[in-house]
């Protein structure tokens, strides 16, 4: 069974900075391009930034500047360092990736999510 695992949310005041993780477990061949997500109260969730395996990136405009996506592919893991951080940033971070399990098949699959608040 393959999952996606967040963590590194929590509340931070304006300015301050978080980072997140998201590491896939289980059975994986193989991880596509892998996203961050993020979904306010009351709101559609929207894409904050993607990397894909050989390291291209890009990001939702209000974020450039001050997150930066980065992958460990021998971790199967995602980061999101959020520097700079608004109240406007406050929202659940869901983690994405479309990966390809040792039976052949590819998912796209979501973590849980993590909380960032940011007070003001």
């Known amino acids: 069974q393959v999952q996606l695992v967040e963590s590194g949310g929590g509340l931070v005041q304006a300015g301050g900075s978080l980072r997140l993780s998201c590491i896939a477990s289980?059975?994986?061949?193989?991880?596509?391009?892998m996203g961050w997500y993020r979904q306010a109260p009351g709101k559609q969730r929207d894409l904050v930034a993607r990397?894909?395996?050989?390291?291209?990136?890009n990001y939702a405009d209000s974020m450039k500047g001050r997150f930066t996506i980065s992958r460990d592919n021998a971790k199967d893991t995602v980061y999101l360092q959020m520097s700079s951080l608004k109240p406007e940033d406050t929202a659940v971070y869901y983690c994405?990736?479309?990966?390809?399990?040792?039976?052949?098949?590819?998912?796209?699959?979501w973590g849980q999510g993590t909380q960032v608040t940011v007070s003001s």
């Open positions: 994405n990736a479309p990966i390809a399990n040792l039976r052949g098949g590819v998912d796209v699959y």
């Open positions: 289980g059975s994986i061949l193989s991880i596509g391009s």
């Open positions: 990397i894909t395996r050989n390291g291209d990136t």
